[in-house]
């Protein structure tokens, strides 16, 4: 499943590439429409991933959907994991 977030990530990242240089607004609309079909995919592979690894999930929930500095949350989050 670790491979499938990585996959999904870079379906995410072709479509923002491809996004940034595509002239026609239906063809990019289209292409919107299909990166949050992959982030809604990327969202449930890592999901499934943090149900298996709680250290892990105890990791991003002190770093996700948090106020304040990233890199300090980061560091207080790997400490509590200890
Ligand atoms: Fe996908």
């Known amino acids: 499943m670790i491979k ?13 590439q491809h996004k940034s240089v595509e002239k026609d607004e239906e063809a990019k609309s289209i292409m919107k429409n299909a990166q949050e ?4 995919h990327f969202a449930m592979d890592l999901e499934f991933l943090l149900r298996k690894k709680p250290k892990w999930r105890a990791i991003m929930q002190n770093v ?19």
């Open 4 to 16: 499938g977030v990585i996959e999904e990530a870079e379906a995410i990242d072709w479509y923002e």
């Open 37 to 40: 079909e992959e982030f809604k």
């Open 64 to 82: 996700l959907f948090k106020e304040g500095d990233i890199v300090e949350l980061g560091e207080a989050a790997e400490e509590k994991a200890d």
